[in-house]
C-alpha cells in the first residue's frame, strides 16, 4: 500500500471511530485472556446497575456523579418509555449501557411475582420474542449501546428441568436472531450465580458473554466453576456486593444477622481487586446497586438510603478510582438491645457507642422491619418512636407486632452519609399474632393513583372483552390533577369490559398481596368521560372468598359519567380495610359507540 493510500486510509478509519453514531463492540481473547473492545480499544467493565430511569429531569446530576466514581457503563434489565432518553443521556457523559430485554419468570412468588408457562404459553413467548426483535431494532445504532442483556434469573425462576428446556431453545431462537440484524454488539444473558451454565452451553451458543450475578466471596469462584465446565466464554459479574440475606446463615433471634458498613465498603473495595479484575475470563463487574429506597433492601445493597450515602456509593469510587471516602460514614460500635421477649408498645433501653472521624453533628433515629407476611410487607421499614440523646443514652418503643422483629439504628452525618447497624428482637402482642392477613400497613392519605407515579396497586386485571381495551396510566389529553391521568379506551361499539388495579400484579388472588388500610374513612377519585351519559360501575374490591387471598372489602357503585371532571366519595368507615388486594376497579359495556373514561387522584383518607 503506498503512502498516499495509507493516509487516506487513516483518515477514514479516525473519521469512523470518532464520528461514526454506531460504536463497534468486539470479543477478543488474547494470550488466553478475554477483552471487550469497543471501536478496538479495550474496554474494562466499572459498571453499576441503575435504578433512577424515571427521574428522567435528574439524569445530567446523576450522570455527573457517576463520572466522579470511575462508573464507565451501567446495567438496565428491561426498556421502557424513558430508554431513549436514558441513552442520549450515558453516551452525553461517555457512559456505556447494557441494554436490558426482560424474559418473564415462571414461577408465582419468586422475583417479579410473575408465573410464565414456557411449555404453553406460545402466544406469550411470541410476545417478547417480537419486543425483543423490536428493541435491537430500535437502539442497535446508538452509542450508547454496549451489549444486549438477554433474561435475568429466570432459570432461577422455575420449576421443572422441562420448562427450562423450552426457555433455553426459545432464548436461543432470540439471540440467534438479534446477531443477525445486529452484528456490533455482543449478546449477554444473565442467571444467578452458575445455574444458567449447564443449560446456555447445551442449549444457548449465540450468547457470547456469560452474566453472572454473584454476591460475597463467591465471586471470586465463578471462573473455577466455567473451568470445570470447560466453558471458554468470558464472563461479566452483572450483579455483585456484599453477601445477601439469601445466603446469610447466622441469626439473632429469629434475623438474619447483616453484614456490618465495613464489610460492605470493604467487599466491594477488596472483591474488586482481588476476586474480579484479576480473572482472565472476566470482563469486569456491574455493582448492585446505584439507587435510593427506604425499604428492607435498601440499607444493605443501594448507593442511597432515604437519600443518605451508604458504603456501596463510597465502595465503588475506591473500588474504581482508588480514592478515599470524601467524608467518612459515622462508625457503630456497638448496637444492643435486651435479649428477652419483649411485649409491644413497652420502652426499653439502648445500648450504643458511635465514632465519627470528622467528629460532627449526628442524627440518630430508630426504624423496623420484618420478615414475614407478603413481598411488600416483608420489605416495609417503619419508623421506631424513640427519645433521649447520644449522651444521655436512648429509649425505643416496642411497634405493634409479634414474632421476630429487625430493629435499626441510623446515624446521619452534616455530609448525609447515614451508617446504620441492625439487631433482632423477639417481641409479643397477641393482636397482631392472630391477624389473618400478613400486609403492609399504609400510612393515609394512601393513594392509589396519584399522577402517574409509584403505583402501588398495577392495572393487570383485564375482564370482558379486554382485547378491545387499552389502558394509559399517564395520560396527558385530560388531566384533573398534576401532569397525568388514567385513560381507559374501549375500542368497540358492543361488548363489555373490565379492568382491577391488583396487587401482586397478574395475580387473582393466589399470591398474598394487597394492603392494610384499616383508619380509612373515605375512599374518593375523580372521574369523566369522553361524553356524556356514560355508566361505569367503580370503586374497589374484587377478589371472592373462593380464592386464598381475597379482597376483605368491596365498594363500587354504578355510575353516570359526564364529560367534566367530578369528585366521587364513598364512606367505608366500617369496612374491613384489613387486606384490599384490589385498590381500584371499574366494569362498563359500550352501546353503539367508543368509550373513553379518565380517572384521577383515587385515594384512601
Not at 228 to 250: H, L, Q, S
Not at 270 to 284: A, E, M, P, T, V
Amino acid at each position: 500500500m503506498n503512502t498516499s493510500k495509507t493516509s487516506i486510509f487513516s483518515i477514514l478509519l479516525l473519521y469512523f471511530c470518532c464520528f461514526s453514531t454506531n460504536a463497534q463492540v468486539t470479543l477478543d481473547k488474547k494470550d488466553a485472556t478475554w477483552r471487550l473492545l469497543v471501536n478496538g480499544q479495550p474496554f474494562v467493565v466499572k459498571g453499576a446497575t441503575f435504578g433512577h430511569e424515571n427521574d428522567v429531569v435528574n439524569y445530567d446530576a446523576y450522570f455527573k456523579d457517576l463520572q466522579s466514581l470511575g462508573v464507565n457503563t451501567l446495567r438496565t434489565w428491561a426498556t421502557g418509555k424513558n430508554t431513549k432518553k436514558f441513552l442520549d443521556a450515558a453516551h452525553k457523559y461517555n457512559i456505556k449501557v447494557m441494554v436490558g430485554i426482560w424474559m418473564r419468570h415462571g414461577r408465582p412468588g419468586m422475583e417479579d411475582d410473575d408465573s410464565f408457562d414456557y411449555l404453553q404459553d406460545m402466544e406469550g413467548m411470541e410476545a417478547m420474542y417480537e419486543t425483543s426483535i423490536r428493541v435491537v431494532e430500535m437502539y442497535k445504532d446508538h452509542p450508547a449501546v454496549l451489549t444486549w442483556g438477554v433474561g435475568n434469573e429466570v432459570y432461577l425462576n422455575m420449576a421443572t428441568d422441562a420448562e427450562k428446556e423450552a426457555y433455553s431453545k426459545f432464548l436461543e431462537r432470540v439471540c440467534s436472531d438479534i446477531k443477525k440484524i445486529d452484528k456490533n454488539h455482543p449478546i449477554s444473558s444473565t442467571e444467578a450465580w452458575t445455574f444458567g451454565l449447564e443449560w446456555w452451553q447445551k442449549y444457548v451458543p449465540s450468547v457470547d458473554i456469560y452474566g453472572l450475578n454473584c454476591y460475597g466471596a463467591g465471586a471470586n469462584f465463578l471462573q473455577e466453576e466455567l473451568k470445570k465446565r470447560a466453558i471458554d466464554k468470558p464472563y461479566i459479574i452483572t450483579e455483585f456486593n456484599v453477601t445477601g440475606e439469601w445466603d446469610i446463615k447466622n441469626e439473632k433471634n429469629g434475623v438474619k444477622v447483616e453484614p456490618s458498613d465495613e464489610e460492605k465498603y470493604n467487599t466491594i473495595v477488596d472483591g474488586y481487586h482481588n476476586w474480579i479484575q484479576n480473572k482472565s475470563q472476566c470482563l469486569g463487574v456491574y455493582v448492585f446497586h446505584y439507587a435510593n429506597g427506604n425499604d428492607f433492601g435498601t440499607p444493605w445493597l443501594f448507593t442511597h438510603h432515604r437519600g443518605l450515602y451508604r458504603p456501596t456509593y463510597w465502595g465503588i469510587r475506591k473500588a474504581y478510582t482508588r480514592k478515599e471516602p470524601t467524608n467518612a460514614i459515622p462508625k457503630i460500635k456497638t448496637f444492643e438491645l435486651p435479649e428477652t421477649t419483649l411485649e409491644s408498645h413497652t420502652w426499653i433501653p439502648v445500648s450504643l457507642e458511635v465514632l465519627d472521624a470528622e467528629n460532627e453533628d449526628l442524627t440518630v433515629s430508630f426504624f423496623y422491619n420484618q420478615r414475614t407476611g407478603s413481598r411488600k410487607r416483608r420489605s416495609q421499614i417503619n419508623k421506631v418512636n424513640s427519645k433521649g440523646s447520644l449522651k444521655d443514652g436512648f429509649e425505643i418503643q416496642i411497634p405493634k407486632e409479634h414474632g421476630a422483629v429487625k430493629v435499626y439504628v441510623n446515624v446521619q452525618d452534616t455530609f448525609n452519609n447515614v451508617g446504620i447497624a441492625s439487631t433482632g428482637i423477639k417481641v409479643n402482642d397477641e393482636d397482631a399474632k392472630n391477624k389473618k392477613y400478613l400486609v403492609p400497613k399504609v400510612t393515609l392519605p394512601f393513594y392509589v393513583y396519584k399522577d402517574g407515579n409509584d403505583l402501588p396497586y398495577m392495572p393487570t386485571g383485564y375482564m370482558g372483552n379486554y382485547k378491545a381495551m387499552s389502558v394509559d396510566t399517564q395520560n396527558t389529553d385530560e388531566v384533573h390533577a398534576g401532569n397525568y391521568a388514567i385513560k381507559i379506551e374501549y375500542k368497540e361499539r358492543s361488548g363489555w369490559y373490565g379492568l382491577a388495579f391488583v396487587d401482586p400484579k397478574d395475580d387473582w388472588g393466589e399470591t398474598l398481596g394487597g394492603y392494610e388500610i384499616e383508619g380509612a374513612k373515605k375512599f374518593s377519585f375523580w372521574a369523566k368521560a369522553n361524553r356524556d351519559g356514560v355508566t361505569a360501575t367503580i370503586g374497589f374490591g374484587l377478589i371472592d372468598n373462593d380464592k386464598p387471598f381475597p379482597d376483605t372489602a368491596k365498594k363500587s357503585k354504578k355510575l353516570e359519567l359526564t364529560s367534566e371532571w367530578k369528585k366521587y366519595t364513598f364512606k367505608i368507615k366500617r369496612e374491613n380495610l384489613s387486606c384490599i388486594r384490589s385498590g381500584l376497579v371499574l366494569f362498563s359495556s359500550s352501546f353503539g359507540f367508543p368509550l373513553s373514561i379518565y380517572i384521577d387522584e383515587v385515594v384512601f383518607e
